[in-house]
């Protein structure tokens, strides 16, 4: 008996369910424990175990109708989950009065604050708050929309605006129960009951979901909390101590969270104590830091002073601070004048006033002409390869360091009420004497420090793709280069403190997470972002690279408490018990699972090793202690990357390992993004050849806009494949194939469409074209060979250029079929007399209509049609703002003889553009090229129907009266793109389109 995910999967809901997960930023379940890359939305995961976990019944919209409930994801559960927001002023009531001066007005929430930093606030504010303060929070909810049939008038995506993620809500209401018990024959109560039963029933016990590449545990994580018995691996050290924390400290229950949540405060106030007998952060006025901004600086050849460099020297948007510099007569060093300006003055340094660097050049702050390359300054043998011992760049260095600016914070009583005072300020010589006292206690602790990994000592790789650049760009070597002395020695303070104060498991790794949190937020690269309500040192990895900045920020300790502790709150839930965990090459797993669900590294550009290492350099010593068991190493060199054929080969074995770890009925889902779909045939001819069979595939969409979903540009899809086991390996024959593929695809197709029905399509062409693939690999995947070929002998085939193997033909022929099996609403009559090139324009027409303008997708198109050559149809062939020609924009270009006509073509213009110089295009000669001329001309005679009517009647003679009607089926069809969202350009063609139309109809012999 099929799954319920192998006949369907609802996946605009889930696409949008997935974008609110996404775009909630700080307010995601695991992202706090720490960075990593490629997370998959927990949504999606809960979704496809228990599609995979539901049968399939007879009766498919029933089934629908059940896994919506399972999920609340259907009317009843999106109004139980409309809860509405808490109003700011609740918050605001609810904050310290800290958090009220600095965050909130007296209307609400401070202007510039971004959604993300609003969601920061609500966590940490929440996280202050009692049990009973925190429900009567959650009382002064308002449920933005109070009536029931206006709130479902909604689409999808605009209701999930005001609902909870299905995560955050209890689950199915009894009602719920009742009727998903009654189609499925249990007896739950809950979601954990259900999988109970599901799985007893499939595998005679709690069904067991694994994930061999856990990153950072998405998977394992959902699968215990939903009941399932998890299992996940991965290969690098840090994925596992992320998975380690989802189960064990989030779902380890509130007692270990609480315990967490004490050692973690009691460390940091510790660490304060100490911090204020150093007096490193103190000043004399009573006032205390908060940021260090600081710069790189040069002294180029032919300048006789050091240049600070930085972009901009815009310090706060909000705060109208900014930084110049004057010379000092008898002085190399330039001095920093911090000053608040005036609106019209910070508008010239938002556009760059003064700045020192800019186009990879030094600028001369005194004579913006005099300019050095950046690169030229580091010589032809690079610069000085920094030692283990060097915290700041020695005398000779090409790029030097300085603090330029510091902010202080200081509390006072206004109205009675404690108010925080911040300004910015230059150092002064106290200020600098502190920075050489940070430096001397950095020393003193230096050595041991580092042999006890509370600071790191590992050298930082060379030659990787992301690891060079810190080397070559500024003589980094050691990873704890790319942190200041003050940055190391208050993280290196923390992790000592750790290790005396925190005693259990689940307190040493939350530590330990906290300060892989801080480096990811305070270190040499965190940039300093000057925006509103952003005035702060960046995230390190705000993007896939380890990028050096001119100029970067060091928090002090009082802005790293909330970074620190990783637990913003305690939950009852318990279920990390469920869950096991491994650090471990996919290759030599030996635990089996019922259901595998695998995220692998496919084809991207996420240099995971690499990245990883730059928390690994804080982790290791610890970690060995903690997990004995593991390899305190990236070990890159068993990492899956790439796309060449060591890729293919470790990805065949990876899963064949997999399938050999898995029951005869179980599955497996295997999720990738890429956004281009023909990629992923690739993928299934690996999963094929490591004996696997796919049985369906869905593609969900989770990075667009909520609202809109799939229209617009950058469209990510995950395709979500499913398969099983192959166990029997009958031989296949290409000749028996082709028709079954046939079937399967227009099977597909047309149970696709029988779910848009109605309601919100379900499916977009890129879905489509998806599953034309899926049913070509569903239909190939069942046999052991094709042909007498062996599988994984054409996985490894070497090929000459542009030759593709049978299996390849296959699968594009489903591609054929599927464009041919979807015809454009309103054109099934001409459908048939059209020729290919003509179905491509106007299916490609039909995708631009409905907002699709990835080029990757008219590409497909043309395959699926036989058409070599799109260039001279389309407009623009921008990667993701593709669109066709007009009529009117295609003008008399692409236009030619009709093809076995003995017309006059009296009418065709004398210019044929490109077309007759370079062989004409196969659309040149087509009718409906003539039509589109036809219409044009109609435009430029100001919609008089007459010169398109003659030119038409002039170029097919007699002909003409056969093919009349068609035409106006064809014209009336142009004559509605007009109307289309974002179809604009259309409007004047498609109104010329209309009276032509009207003027065929009554045109008579
Ligand atoms: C796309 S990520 C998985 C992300 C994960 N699904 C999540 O939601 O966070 C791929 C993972 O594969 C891991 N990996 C790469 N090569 C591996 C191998 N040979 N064995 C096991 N894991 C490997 C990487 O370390 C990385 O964490």
Redesign the pocket.
Known sequence: MPSFIETQFPIARLSAESYKERKANNGQTLTRLGK?W???PLVLVRASILGMLMPASNDAKKDREVFLKILTMDDDGTWQRCKGDIPAAAWREAASMEVQEEFFGARGFKQGLSDEEKEALFVQIWAALSLEQQHALDAQRMRPIPNRSEFEALSYAERLVHCERPENIEGPTGAAWGDINAHLGTTATCLSDLVEQLGQRTFGHTPRVG?????????PFEAARIGCNAFG????PV?GLLTWASLNLLGGGKGVQEEVMLVQANVLATADQQVTAWGIEHNAQGERADAYLYCVEVKPEGCDYFIPLAPSWLIGEKSKVIARWTRLPGSERLQPEIAVVSDSELKLYKDKLGATVGDNRVIDPFDASRTWSVEALRGSDGLRRWTNSDIVPRSGDVFQERLYCIRWVKTVIRNGKPKEIRRYAAPNADDLAREENVQALLHKHFDEWQSEGFIPSRVIPENGEKTEEPIRNRGWTHWHHLFTPRQLLIHGLLAEISSKLAKSKAAKVACLLGLGRMSDWNSRLSAWMYHAGNEKGNQVFYNQALNCHFNYAARALSKLGDTFSILADASECTFGQRGKLTQI???DLRDTCDIWIT???YADAIN?HELGDYFLAWYDKQLTKYFPEWTPDARAE???RGNGDDFRR?MVEIYRNLANHMPGNGLQMVMFTHQDPSVWADLGMILWAAGLKATAAWTISTETEAVGIKKGNYVQGTVCLVLRKRTNNEPGFLDEVYPLVEDEVKRQITSMQALDEGGEPNFNDADYQLAAYAAALKVLTQYGNLDGKDVEHEVFAVRGKGEISDFQTVIERALGIACDTLIPRGLDDSWRDLTLVERYYLRSLDIESRGERRKGMYEELARGFGVTDIKPLLKSDKANGTRMFTPTGLAASVLGQVAGTQASNAGLPAARGRAAASGPHPFASVPLRHLMFAVRETAAADNSPEPGRQYLRDTFGQGYWGKRESFVNLLEWLAALGNAEGMNEWITDSEAARMLAGRLRNDHA
């Open positions: 990593w490629g997370r998959k994930d061999s590449f856990c990153g950072g545990g998405s998977i691996s991965d290969l690098n994925a090459d996919a290759r995220d692998p590294p995971y068993l990492a899956v470790s």
